[in-house]
T-cell receptor, first 112, second 110 residues
Framework: KQEVTQIPAALSVPEGENLVLNCSFT??????LQWFRQDPGKGLTSLLL?????REQTSGRLNASLDKSSGRSTLYIAASQPGDSATYLC???????????FGKGTTLSVSS | DGGITQSPKYLFRKEGQNVTLSCEQN?????MYWYRQDPGQGLRLIYY???????QKGDIAEGYSVSREKKESFPLTVTSAQKNPTAFYLC?????????FGDGTRLSIL
């Protein structure tokens, strides 16, 4: 059964720092991987989606990479800002295209 | 604007009562999903539907029921058989494309 792990569970950084969030999964037979942001009490906002055939995706200050063979993905946030403070969730979709399987998330706090 | 609407935002359930959470989407997605989120936990799948009039159980379907009579709507009923219903419930749509989420319903016990 697919399992998704996110490390660290929480992270605090000063404004302006570059940072990396990690996601690992146990079964490399995925269809795609998606990174989400969740603000307290809110739903999930999709940040980046990487298809299994891709190595990375970029959106603004965010860059997500995927190494399917090793079961790993990273989310790189450049020049962090207090507005980046949120919980970041990683999720993988299997090749049948059914529901996403989520990690428990990394809660990021960026101080000014 | 296209999106997913969940209602109500907050819901309270009395002992022995069934309650229904609403989820409507105008994204023209075939697939819709219900997830449950508990504090400090990832999302867990309750039910999903890949087409109208068809749905499948997820990992934690016991105590819940759904229907899919229209493409746009996928309501979730939390029955009295669900002994620990207090959680944040999220509805989503989209299968092979990026998945979109509603703003959630927070269910509590009176």
């Amino acid at each position: 059964k697919q399992e998704v792990t996110q490390i660290p569970a929480a992270l605090s950084v000063p404004e302006g720092e570059n940072l990396v969030l990690n996601c690992s999964f146990t079964d490399s037979a995925i269809y795609n991987l998606q990174w989400f942001r969740q603000d307290p009490g809110k739903g999930l906002t999709s940040l980046l989606l990487i298809q299994s055939s891709q190595r990375e995706q970029t959106s603004g200050r965010l860059n997500a990479s995927l190494d399917k063979s090793s079961g790993r993905s990273t989310l790189y946030i450049a020049a962090s800002q207090p507005g980046d403070s949120a919980t970041y969730l990683c999720a993988v979709r299997d090749q049948a295209g059914t529901a996403l399987i989520f990690g428990k998330g990394t809660t990021l706090s960026v101080s000014s | 604007d296209g999106g997913i609407t969940q209602s109500p935002k907050y819901l309270f359930r009395k002992e022995g009562q069934n309650v229904t959470l609403s989820c409507e989407q105008n994204l023209n997605h075939d697939a819709m999903y219900w997830y449950r989120q508990d504090p400090g936990q990832g999302l867990r799948l309750i039910y999903y539907s890949q087409i109208v009039n068809d749905f499948q159980k997820g990992d934690i379907a016991e105590g819940y029921s759904v229907s899919r009579e229209k493409k746009e709507s996928f309501p979730l009923t939390v029955t009295s058989a669900q002994k620990n219903p207090t959680a944040f419930y999220l509805c989503a749509s989209g299968s092979y494309q990026p998945q979109h989420f509603g703003d959630g319903t927070r269910l509590s016990i009176l």
